[in-house]
Structure formats: C-alpha cells, structure tokens
C-alpha cells in the first residue's frame, strides 16, 4: 500500500475497532504520560507499543496462537523497557523493602526451631 511519500508499508494492518490489547495499552499510555514517566522523545516506542497492542488483538481474533505468542513476547518486551510492567515499577518492592528491613531487627523471643521437639 503506498503511503503518499512513495513508500509502501512492510506489511499493511487492516482498520479495525481496537481490540482489548490496544485499549488497556492505550489507558496505560494515558496514565503514563500524565504521570511524567512518558514524554515526547518516547513517542517511537510507544508508537511501536501500539502497533504491537494491534498485532496481539488481530492474532488472538484470528486464532493464531503462534503469532499471539510472538507478537505478545515483543509488546511484553517493549512494556518492560518503557517501565509500564509491575516488576519494572517496582510494585512489589514495598514487600521487599520491609522484608529486608526486618531481617535486622529480629524477633527477641523466637518460637522454636524447625523439627525441635516441643518442651514439656
């Protein structure tokens, strides 16, 4: 398909209404750049973001689960890189902080040991 600049496209996605994927992506994005944590030097990858968002829904409208694997490691990849993954954020770091944090500070009556016998 010729875009008007004397390109043709590598391979050409047919319009449709956005599928799941895209959407949750689209909200992501939204909250993302809200946030600050997007910006316009970030437009490339999140225009690829897109793009894979699209890919996944076609794939997983035409049952394809071969390219739903592929195309859903690549936008798994692509939303690690622009931090919009948990793990990425840093949700679960809460939990690790204080976990770390009471490693020292331990318990002054520990229960006991693991296979002790109970005492009488």
Known sequence: MNRGRGSAALFDLPP?????VEVAL??????????????????????????????????????????LAAIGRELRETLIRMRLDPVSRGANRDDLVEFLRSLAHPDPAPGPAVGDPPKP
């Open 26 to 67: 689209d909200k992501a994005l939204g909250v993302a750049r809200a946030a600050g944590a997007l910006s316009d030097l970030d437009a490339a990858v999140y225009t690829l973001a897109r793009a894979q968002a699209r890919g996944v829904d076609l794939a997983e409208a035409d049952r394809n689960t071969w390219a």
């Open 16 to 20: 449709a209404r956005k599928g799941r």
